[in-house]
């Protein structure tokens, strides 16, 4: 009984457990339900994720993301977390092949440094003020600093409207340590 208590508790207290690097980067892990192996979706009805393949010159599979009813805003994310140890106190870079199809209202990538609670915000960039436009293939990315005692960055690609979009090839790679400190006032706010 003692065993049990002390088990229950050390699983209450645990932090989940996060990949140190994105998970079926490429999609050509199949998915068991509706987002590809490795990422979850998150969206309001109407959305649909999955595997096509496409003469993109590009290898791997490909996500299509899109929306089947255009009846009101709404949106739909397709995301990971990812264990922040290693990219603690640097520059890091997400990436990631897009394609939009059709734009709807729109469309970004996405990154949120999470860190310790009561200050929980960190990094956050989810390109809203440079959303992706319809067009061919092309490599986006957000640069950002992870905060010394992140616990994990959320990255993803995030859409809403009457949207279309194929994503492939995402990577999260640290480029540089970060060579300044943040400034008084940046730890002040944060």
């Known amino acids: 009984m003692l065993f049990t208590m002390l088990l229950l508790a050390a699983l209450q207290d645990a932090k ?18 509706n987002a590809p192996a490795g990422w979850k979706a998150f969206g309001e009805q109407g959305y649909r994720f999955e ?65 310790p609670q009561p ?13 992706i436009h319809a067009g061919g293939w092309e490599t986006q990315e957000i640069v950002g600093r992870v905060a010394p005692d992140a616990e994990h960055n959320w990255i993803g690609l995030s859409l809403s409207g009457d949207a279309h979009v194929l994503v492939d090839e995402v990577t999260l790679e640290a480029i540089e340590p970060d060579p300044r400190p943040p400034s008084k006032e940046a730890v002040d706010y944060l």
């Open 16 to 33: 989940p457990i996060f990949p140190s690097a994105p998970v079926n980067a490429d999609f050509e892990q199949p998915a068991p339900a």
């Open 51 to 115: 595997r096509v393949d496409g003469p993109t010159g590009k290898a791997g599979r490909l996500i299509s993301i899109q929306k089947d009813d255009v009846q009101g805003p709404s949106g739909a994310s397709l995301f990971q977390n990812i264990d922040a140890t290693e990219y603690r106190g640097k520059i890091v870079r997400l990436r990631a092949s897009v394609k939009v199809v059709r734009p709807g209202t729109h469309v970004g990538l996405g990154m949120r440094v999470v860190r």
């Open 119 to 131: 200050k929980f915000a960190g990094f956050a960039d989810m390109m809203k003020d440079r959303p």
